[in-house]
């Protein structure tokens, strides 16, 4: 009885290896041409998100969202910062920055383009270093520059951003300003 149930169990351990290696077969041919394909329509989703331009008004970020007024964004997440101004930066308004999780490496602060005291760095400073977290208080053409740059390292990176009041222009803006202009007086062949 013992040798017909231990035969019982072999010939059904190999029918399962077999059946289990032409379901591996059978996967394996799908592979080929023909396949299903998936495509990522943000491909740089890995590096997060990284601020593209600002102005005046706002953000534009590299998924091609925009944002308008001052914001706080993060490696992955964006929201509204409810401040009018540099002057309205103060613990409340920075509270943010400490209560979330995982806790922040670095905090870039861009207050547009207002010149920055010491008084004022200080209290931003002191303020943030009660939770342990660095910070950096800089213009914000400058804070946008610091914010991608540590994103893109894959830091734990926050900022809060004001845009600037006024934009400078340089001579790249008025070439490309130039060559938009230019184009628009083209008269095309078809």
Not at 16 to 28: A, Q, T
Not at 120 to 140: A, H, P, Q, W
Not at 174 to 179: G, N, R, T
């Amino acid at each position: 009885m013992n040798v017909l149930q231990g035969l019982s169990r072999i010939a059904h351990q190999s029918l399962r290896r077999n059946f289990c290696s032409s379901l591996v077969r059978r996967s394996s041919t799908y592979e080929s041409d023909g396949k299903t394909s998936v495509t990522i329509l943000n491909k740089e989703a890995d590096a997060g998100l990284m601020i593209n331009s600002y102005s005046q008004f706002g953000f534009r970020l590299n998924n091609d969202m925009v944002v308008i007024g001052p914001m706080a964004i993060f490696s992955r997440t964006v929201l509204s910062w409810n401040v009018e101004s540099h002057e309205d930066i103060n613990d409340e308004s920075l509270s943010l920055f400490c209560a979330i999780e995982p806790k922040i490496d670095v905090l870039v602060v861009g207050i547009g383009d207002h010149t920055i005291t010491p008084t004022f760095s200080k209290k931003i400073i002191d303020f943030m270093k009660r939770y342990k977290i660095n910070v950096e208080v800089l213009g914000t053409e400058q804070a946008c520059s610091t914010f991608n740059f540590l994103n893109a390292e894959n830091r734990v990176v926050a900022a809060a951003l004001i845009p600037p009041m006024t934009m400078r222009v340089n001579e790249d803006d008025l070439m490309q300003k130039q060559i938009s202009i230019s184009k628009s007086f083209e008269v095309s062949d078809k």
